[in-house]
């Protein structure tokens, strides 16, 4: 199957997998585990960050990311189409007592200032308090604007916020931007990083920040479950994702790029967005059930849930992407 749903469907490789097997480890609820404790202190390094902590989902980081900047009867400021707010369960407000306040994403993915502004609430009685605001990037594949992110967390500090950063596929603004991870990690309190999408581990996200966010971040961790013993093994995957798969994103990018190019030239095809390794497509609504199952029948898996998306990842090549603009071609020319 060439699997376009999603860059989570990445499968870990032999040396990946080698990696894992080497690993020395230990109990790293005790503080433990070597490779955990190295892979935490090289991943601060890169991100310029006192400490960092790992987590088996970037769901469960976000979340309690959340849990160490605020407290109950507090508020985050966030996007309606954000990952943390709208794809984890309303974990923040369901486990953490912390209300949300979306803010309707715009176009490119960034919350206008002036309604960030505008939801800061009054310290008063009456409203829940309001102590952060949270931002992903990237975001539907597109990368924030560099000088909007500074412009947007310069506001959140000078009205007493902190920030967080949901960068689930920052890597990919890394590469698609060439801009160290350290400077887009810069503006925020702290980032969470997912290793299991595009970087292609099976497990594995981590909380970069402050010596003292990580530490109340690694109680509520334990609260919640992700406490983990001989974690080593996801650590050792992550730490070889670092090292050998974040320059290879930069031929998921252009896999997409190819295939956004590929799909416009159809009738009946409209591109809605192409960015980093995602292509959001639009076709006209009595073909969404046909195509699918037309693509299904040709070994070809896409999204159809939130949007029409299809992800390039390092388990489809470039013979794979020609396939699918023919095989819709081949729907197209016949509908
Ligand atoms: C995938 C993703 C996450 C975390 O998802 P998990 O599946 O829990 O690891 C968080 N934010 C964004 C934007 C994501 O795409």
Redesign the pocket.
């Known amino acids: 199957m060439i699997d376009l749903r999603?860059d989570?469907v990445t499968r870990p490789t032999s040396a990946m997998k080698d990696a894992m097997m080497a690993a020395p480890v230990g109990d790293d609820v005790w503080g433990d585990d070597p490779t955990v404790n190295a892979f935490q202190e090289n991943l601060a390094e890169q991100a310029g960050k006192e400490a960092a902590l790992l987590?088996?989902?970037?769901?469960?980081?976000?979340l309690v990311a959340l849990m160490a900047h605020c407290e109950r009867g507090d508020e985050y400021i966030v996007g309606q189409s954000?990952?943390?707010y709208r794809?984890?369960g309303g974990g923040a407000a369901v486990l953490g007592s912390i209300q949300p306040q979306p803010i309707e994403n715009a176009a490119d993915g960034t919350l206008p200032l002036e309604k960030i502004s505008a939801a800061i609430k009054a310290d008063d009685f009456h409203f829940a308090r309001t102590k952060l605001l949270a931002l992903?990037n990237?975001?539907g594949g597109k990368v924030l604007p560099a000088d909007y992110v500074l412009k947007a967390t310069e506001l959140a500090r000078e009205r007493g916020l902190a920030t967080h950063l949901?960068?689930?596929?920052l890597f990919n603004a890394v590469v698609a931007s060439d801009i160290p991870l350290k400077q887009l990690c810069l503006p925020f309190d702290s980032v969470?990083l997912?290793f299991?999408?595009g970087l292609g581990t099976p497990?594995g996200?981590a909380l970069v920040g402050s010596q003292a966010l990580i530490d109340r971040a690694r109680r509520w961790r334990k609260v919640v479950g992700g406490g983990m013993r001989q974690s080593g093994i996801i650590a050792a995957a992550c730490q070889y994702a670092l090292d050998h798969h974040v320059a290879d994103l930069a031929d998921d990018h252009r896999r997409a790029a190819r295939l956004a190019e590929g799909l416009a030239k159809l009738p009946g095809v409209e591109i809605t967005a192409q960015a980093t390794n995602m292509v959001f497509v639009r076709f006209p609504d009595e073909h969404v059930k046909p195509l699918s199952a037309w693509l299904k029948e040709h070994g070809i898996l896409i999204e159809l849930l939130y949007a029409t998306r299809f992800v390039a990842h390092r388990d489809v090549n470039d013979a794979d992407i020609d396939k699918v603009i023919a095989v819709m071609e081949a729907y197209f020319s016949r509908h």
């Open positions: 999603s989570t987590f088996p989902s970037g769901t469960q980081s976000n954000a990952h943390t794809y984890e992903e990237t975001i949901d960068g689930a596929r969470s997912c299991s999408k497990i996200s």
